[in-house]
T-cell receptor
Framework: EAAVTQSPRSKVAVTGGKVTLSCHQT?????MYWYRQDTGHGLRLIHY???????EKGDIPDGYKASRPSQENFSLILELASLSQTAVYFC?????????????FGPGTRLTVL | AQSVTQPDARVTVSEGASLQLRCKYS??????LFWYVQYPRQGLQLLLK??????VVQGVNGFEAEFSKSNSSFHLRKASVHWSDWAVYFC????????????FGAGTKLTIKP
C-alpha cells in the first residue's frame, strides 16, 4: 500500500512568520506534488518535483517555495505567511512511466494564519 | 489548457437511491480521467480511472463512470448509495504525457438522506 505522510497535521502561524510543511513518501515514487484546498476551488497545484534537488512551479506558486532534498521528502515553505494562505495543504506522490497516472495523497495539513 | 467543471457543488440523495455526479472536461486530445473521493478530514482516495479504451470503467464500492468524447464528459454513477458514501467527490483530468500534473474540479459534496 502506497504511503504518504505529512507533518504537522495542523498548524497555527502568525502573519509574517515562516512556515514549513513536510511530506514523506515510502512509495519510491519519482513525482511529488503540493496542493492547496480551498472551499469551492478543489485542489490547486503549488509546486511539484520529479527528481531530488529539483522543483517546478505549479499553477499558484507565488508566496511559496519548495524543497526536495531526497526522493522521499518534499517540503513546502512559506517564508512570510499571510492570511490568504490559510487552507488545507495536501502532498501527493506518483510513479513515473508505466500506465498508471494515479496520485497517492497524504492526509493533509490544516494551516491557519492569524 | 486543461480544465474540469463539476456543475453541482452539492447533491443530496436518499439512501438506496441511484446517483449521478456530473463532470465536464476540457482537453485537446485524448485525456486521462479520474474520480477521487475525500471522506471527512481525510486525504483524497482514487475511486476509478479512465485510460483510452472501454468508455465505461468500474471502480471501488460499486461506482462506475462513463467517458464520452462527443460530450466531453466523465459522469460518475452508482446504482444504490449507502450512507458511507457521504463525502466530497472530485473529477480530474491529466494528459497522457509522462510528467503531467492533474487538474481537479471544484468538487461535489454528496449528502445522504436516511
Amino acid at each position: 500500500e502506497a504511503a504518504v505522510t505529512q507533518s504537522p497535521r495542523s498548524k497555527v502561524a502568525v502573519t509574517g512568520g515562516k512556515v514549513t510543511l513536510s511530506c514523506h513518501q515510502t512509495n519510491n515514487h519519482d513525482y511529488m506534488y503540493w496542493y492547496r484546498q480551498d472551499t469551492g476551488h478543489g485542489l490547486r497545484l503549488i509546486h511539484y518535483s520529479y527528481v531530488a534537488d529539483s522543483t517546478e512551479k505549479g499553477d499558484i506558486p507565488d508566496g511559496y517555495k519548495a524543497s526536495r532534498p531526497s526522493q522521499e521528502n518534499f517540503s513546502l515553505i512559506l517564508e512570510l505567511a499571510s492570511l490568504s494562505q490559510t487552507a488545507v495543504y495536501f502532498c501527493a506522490s506518483r510513479d513515473w512511466g508505466g500506465s498508471s497516472y494515479e496520485q497517492y495523497f497524504g492526509p493533509g495539513t490544516r494551516l491557519t494564519v492569524l | 489548457a486543461q480544465s474540469v467543471t463539476q456543475p453541482d457543488a452539492r447533491v443530496t440523495v436518499s439512501e438506496g437511491a441511484s446517483l449521478q455526479l456530473r463532470c465536464k472536461y476540457s482537453y485537446f486530445g485524448t485525456p486521462y480521467l479520474f474520480w477521487y473521493v475525500q471522506y471527512p478530514r481525510q486525504g483524497l482516495q482514487l475511486l476509478l480511472k479512465y485510460y483510452p479504451g472501454d468508455p465505461v470503467v468500474q471502480g471501488v464500492n460499486g461506482f462506475e463512470a462513463e467517458f464520452s468524447k462527443s460530450n466531453s464528459s466523465f459522469h460518475l454513477r452508482k446504482a444504490s448509495v449507502h450512507w458511507s458514501d457521504w463525502a466530497v467527490y472530485f473529477c480530474a483530468v491529466s494528459s497522457n504525457y509522462g510528467n503531467e500534473k492533474i487538474t481537479f474540479g471544484a468538487g461535489t459534496k454528496l449528502t445522504i438522506k436516511p
